[in-house]
């Protein structure tokens, strides 16, 4: 254990010797798996799905296309790519019963509503439990791993109404079917607002879903495994998932960054703000810092090359947080205490802005991060498959052993 003054100084050991040799704490930097599925280099701020740099697919594709590269592991051909979205399309409905536990969780922030509704989702989708008897009796061969991809394609067609709906329940409004001539990324919009997107907003939510795809194992990658290893079912290793990236240290940090430019008001605040973070206990600044970047994230990079050069020109920024957010950023770039820490801006430090210039309500931040998210969590979650073996990691005991026990009378 931690000794009380070590956590009382706020300070964490990263890796800690114990009896039974070294602890990473958090497991940094311990390797679960082998995957052809993404990769970062944290020290020159480098991303790539199956191989492409994330700038390139970020310049020339589409959500649609990069799930598909994710999931099947190549970038599709024209057809396929139109096969693809026919399938998704073709699944974007809910059972009567996920509707009406939508309808009944109206209000509740949406990452339970989530939960609650794909776990409903799941316990009618006949195919997932046919996989999931498949798992039991230790068969995963070429007939289950094309049911896999089968129910993957209508989680990743599914979630997305599953946010958009509740929106609209919350709201007592009817809900929306997508349309067929619309995007992926413009039928989330048009789903939740009724109104077709003007097309930068589109490219917007499109860059979002592109660059929040997949990235190598973090936390709710990695929940997702656990439950994957134990043969679990599809449905409820997204359920496990999104239970890990509601975290504000994780996924919900999108929604913490916009709170927290909202709540500093003015760029000229910037300063004091950052200067708050910049101490070991101090308040973490939402959006900045990575276990695997060391410099700036891409992601970031990316969203902020967008706002410069196709959102702020047409839109402007109506509510002054761009420039709130750019003030907190040159702090954090110029501040020794960051410097030495290696802390940039990651990709939930600018994502939060776009999101909500796109109409998108704070408590639907994170769940659009795992409407992205979910094509990767599958991704890696069939790759485990092909070479399934059950997470169960071990536990260094220090407590004490083998105690008289004292009748409760003579305590
Ligand atoms: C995502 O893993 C992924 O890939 C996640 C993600 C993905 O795509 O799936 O990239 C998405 O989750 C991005 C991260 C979003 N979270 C935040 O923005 C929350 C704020 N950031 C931090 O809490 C933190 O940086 C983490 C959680 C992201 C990383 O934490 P680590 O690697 O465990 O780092 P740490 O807690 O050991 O911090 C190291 C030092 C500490 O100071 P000292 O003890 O050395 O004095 O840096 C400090 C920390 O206090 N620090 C910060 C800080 N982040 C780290 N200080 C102020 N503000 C911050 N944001």
């Known amino acids: 254990m931690l000794s009380e003054e070590t956590l009382e100084r706020g300070e964490r050991e990263r890796v800690l010797e114990t009896p039974c040799g ?5 497991l940094e930097n311990v390797i679960v798996k082998v995957t ?63 509707v009406s536990i939508l309808r009944e969780l109206a209000g ?42 089968k129910v993957a394609e209508r ?4 979630l997305p109404i599953i946010v958009a709906w509740h929106y609209r329940l919350s709201r007592r409004l009817d809900v929306i079917k997508p349309r067929e001539d619309l995007s992926y990324a413009a039928n989330i919009l048009y789903v939740m607002s009724g109104r077709e997107p003007d097309p930068i907003m ?5 860059l979002f879903l592109v ?53 500093v008001g003015d760029p000229a605040k910037a300063k004091d703000v950052v200067e708050a973070a910049a101490k070991p206990k101090g308040p973490r600044l939402a959006g900045v810092g990575h276990r695997v970047y060391r410099t700036y994230d891409p992601r970031a990079a990316i969203l902020r090359e967008f706002f410069t050069r196709e959102f702020l ?30 802390l940039y801006p990651n990709v939930d430090f600018w994502s939060g802005i776009l999101l909500h210039y796109m109409g998108v309500p704070r408590e639907y931040f994170t769940p659009m991060f795992a409407v992205s998210r979910v094509a990767g969590w599958l991704a890696h979650a069939l790759e485990y498959w092909e070479n399934n ?15 008289k026990y004292v009748l409760i009378d003579e305590r």
Request: glycine share 6%.
């Open 22 to 26: 070294p602890v990473a704490y958090g």
């Open 36 to 98: 052809s599925i993404s990769d970062i280099d944290g020290e020159r701020g480098i991303l790539w799905y199956r191989g492409y740099r994330i700038d390139e697919l970020a310049r020339h594709s589409t959500y649609e296309e990069t799930a598909y590269l994710l999931l099947y592991g190549r970038l599709p051909s024209r057809r396929e790519l139109e096969d693809f979205r026919g399938r998704l399309l073709a699944s974007m409905e809910l059972s009567p019963v996920t």
């Open 108 to 149: 509740v922030h949406p990452m339970f509503a989530m939960e609650s509704a794909l776990a409903a989702e799941g316990a009618f989708d006949s195919e997932n439990q046919r996989l999931s008897e498949a798992l039991k009796q230790g068969k995963y061969s070429a007939a289950e791993m094309k049911l896999a991809i």
């Open 155 to 158: 989680l990743i067609a599914k």
């Open 202 to 206: 589109t490219r917007g939510m499109d």
């Open 211 to 263: 660059l929040h795809a997949d990235h190598e194992i973090p936390a709710s990658t990695f929940a997702a495994l656990v439950t994957a290893s134990t043969f679990s079912d599809m449905y409820s290793v997204i359920v496990t998932a999104l239970a890990a990236l509601k975290g504000p240290l994780h996924g919900g940090a999108n929604e913490a960054a916009l709170a927290n430019y909202m709540r």
């Open 313 to 342: 020109p047409k839109f402007g920024d109506p509510d002054g947080l761009f420039s709130i957010a750019s003030a907190i950023e040159r702090e954090v770039l110029n501040h020794p205490y960051f410097q030495q820490r290696r």
């Open 389 to 403: 073996r059950i997470l169960r990691p071990r536990a260094c005991y220090v407590g004490p052993r083998d105690l």
